[in-house]
């Protein structure tokens, strides 16, 4: 996948926001991401109270 590319488009960053619902933020699937970012030294932070709307495509939630 296109993941490599974009860890290393992010070698010069200091921070990330990571946004994702619920399901994947509790199902530890963003943790491989976050690990990375961590061994990279780039500070996270993460908002994962968004919901998916059914048939949407896209999802509403409270990140601020």
Do not use: H, W
Request: negative net charge; glycine residues 12%.
């Amino acid at each position: 996948g296109c993941l490599p590319v974009a860890m290393a488009e992010l070698a010069d960053k200091k921070r990330a926001f990571i946004v994702t619902d619920t399901f994947l933020y509790e199902n530890g699937y963003t943790k491989p991401l976050t690990d990375k970012l961590d061994e990279m030294g780039i500070a996270v932070g993460e908002c994962a109270s968004l919901e998916v709307a059914q048939g949407v495509g896209y999802g509403r939630g409270t990140c601020c």
